[in-house]
C-alpha cells in the first residue's frame, strides 16, 4: 500500500496568491482529515470528511480555506487568497471507521510558505 | 489554556536510559488517549493507543493513563538513537467522534 500521498511537498508563493494542496488517502478508508501543523500551535485539526461529506469544519481558520473531498480517493485544500501566517506543514491523514477508528495514517505533508 | 499541555523539551537522554513523556490535559470528558511519534520532515504515526485509565505494554512501550489526576505518561525502555523523535499526545471523548486534540510535542533526543 502506497499510504496516504500529498502534493506538493513543498510550495513556496507569494502572499495574495492561491495555493492548492491534494491529498490521496489509503484505498479503501472513508475518514479524511486535513491538519496544520505550526511550532507554537502544534497540530490542529482544520476540517475531516466521512464518505466525501465534511463532517465538521470547526477548525478551519478563516473564509480563505476552503475543503473538498470530489469522490473517495482526492481532497483538496485551498488557500485564496494567502498569507504569510499560513506558512506550515499541512497533513492530510485517512482512517477507517470502524471499530474505534482511532488510528489516522498520515500523509508526509506539504510544507508552505507564504512570502 | 490548552485542552492538552505537553512539555516541548527537547529531551536529551543517553542510549540506554529510561524515557518519561508526559501531558496534561483539562477536559474531563477524554477516554480515548494516543501516542504518535513523528520523525524529521515525517508525518506522525502511531505508537501506542489506551481506553480509559491503566497501563498498556508494548516492548519496549508503556503507556499510562491516570484520568483521576488528568494525566497521561509514556515510557520508553532502553531508549535508542532511532527513538530519536516528536512525540505527540493526543486524546479524545468517545469513540465516535475523530476529532483528536494533539499536544504540541516533546522532542527527544536519544545519544549514542
Known amino acids: 500500500d502506497a499510504g496516504v500521498i500529498q502534493s506538493p511537498r513543498h510550495e513556496v508563493t507569494e502572499m495574495g496568491q492561491e495555493v492548492t494542496l491534494r491529498c490521496k488517502p489509503i484505498?479503501?478508508?472513508?475518514?479524511l482529515f486535513w491538519y496544520r501543523q505550526t511550532m507554537m500551535r502544534g497540530l490542529e485539526l482544520l476540517i475531516y470528511?466521512?464518505?466525501?461529506?465534511?463532517?465538521?469544519d470547526s477548525g478551519m481558520p478563516e473564509d480563505r480555506f476552503s475543503a473538498k473531498m470530489p469522490n473517495a480517493s482526492f481532497s483538496t485544500l485551498k488557500i485564496q487568497p494567502s498569507e504569510p501566517r499560513d506558512s506550515a506543514v499541512y497533513f492530510c491523514?485517512?482512517?477507517?471507521?470502524?471499530?474505534?477508528?482511532?488510528?489516522?495514517?498520515f500523509g508526509p505533508g506539504t510544507r508552505l510558505t507564504v512570502t | 489554556q490548552k485542552e492538552v499541555e505537553q512539555d516541548p523539551g527537547p529531551l536529551s537522554v543517553p542510549e540506554g536510559a529510561i524515557v518519561s513523556l508526559n501531558c496534561t490535559y483539562s477536559n474531563s470528558a477524554f477516554q480515548y488517549f494516543m501516542w504518535y511519534r513523528q520523525y524529521s520532515r515525517k508525518g506522525p504515526e502511531l505508537l501506542m493507543y489506551?481506553?480509559?485509565?491503566g497501563n498498556k505494554e508494548d516492548g519496549r512501550f508503556t503507556a499510562q493513563v491516570d484520568k483521576s489526576s488528568k494525566y497521561i505518561s509514556l515510557f520508553i525502555r532502553d531508549s535508542q538513537p532511532s527513538d530519536s523523535a516528536t512525540y505527540l499526545c493526543?486524546?479524545?471523548?468517545?469513540?465516535?467522534?475523530?476529532?483528536?486534540?494533539f499536544g504540541t510535542g516533546t522532542r527527544l533526543k536519544v545519544l549514542a
Open positions: 491523514a485517512s482512517s477507517l471507521g470502524t471499530g474505534l477508528g482511532y488510528e489516522q495514517y
Open positions: 489506551t481506553y480509559s485509565s
Open positions: 493526543a486524546m479524545s471523548p468517545t469513540s465516535g467522534t475523530y476529532k483528536y486534540i
Open positions: 484505498s479503501g478508508h472513508d475518514y
Open positions: 470528511f466521512n464518505n466525501n461529506v465534511p463532517i465538521d
